[in-house]
């Protein structure tokens, strides 16, 4: 399994280390529980800025000589797997992939969404890249509205187009998988998006 780097709050682990583990035992064991647990085998979930995988189990891993609970998360798009410490999944920005009932408002944000950009590179920078690193469905779609618009309009430079792809690539797997009609309409938009240039 492909290891994928992240930050500290989300540490990934080789597959190559999941040898048997006991569980944790005393009163620092987790109980399995939904309060203990909020997501569950099955679970679509995002795990920015990686894009959607799926929540196949609940295991307990040592690292850094500590035991701890994870949740073992797979991406259906490539052979990695990831570890997201159960304890603080939020500081990984995992969550719960968008649904059918969500798809109205995104595909309202990426037709209509409007975004203050700072005119300068760097503070532009900065605040996309938080967009992007954040993953939150309405704000990428949000950021794809003003981009698209600024491509339309006069181009991008290389950078914001690069932005502009990756928020891209984050919809289309956050839509993957749903089948109602607004999904299917983010997916048309997104497609043509991809051809666009300025007018």
Do not use: K
């Amino acid at each position: 399994m492909t290891t994928i780097p992240v930050s500290e709050a989300a540490r990934f682990i080789s597959d190559s280390s999941a040898d048997s583990i006991p569980e944790p035992s005393g009163p620092a064991s987790l109980q399995q529980t939904p309060a203990a647990f909020p997501f569950r085998p099955g679970d679509r979930v995002m795990v920015p800025p990686y894009g959607i995988g799926v929540v196949c189990e609940t295991c307990s891993r040592q690292v850094a000589g500590r035991q701890a609970a994870y949740y073992a998360v797979e991406f259906p798009q490539s052979s990695s797997r990831a570890y997201v410490p159960v304890a603080a999944p939020r500081g990984a920005g995992m969550r719960l992939a968008l649904t059918s009932r969500e798809t109205p408002r995104l595909l309202c944000q990426l037709q209509h969404g409007r975004l203050s950009l700072p005119p300068q590179w760097s503070a532009r920078q900065r605040q996309v890249t938080e967009i992007l690193v954040s993953g939150d469905p309405f704000d990428l779609a949000t950021l794809t509205s003003e981009l698209r618009r600024w491509n339309n309009g006069r181009g991008l430079p290389d950078l914001d187009r690069q932005a502009f792809r990756q928020a891209i690539r984050l919809l289309e797997q956050e839509v993957s998988g749903l089948e109602d009609l607004e999904a299917r309409q983010v997916r048309e938009l997104l497609g043509s998006a991809w051809n666009e240039g300025p007018q």
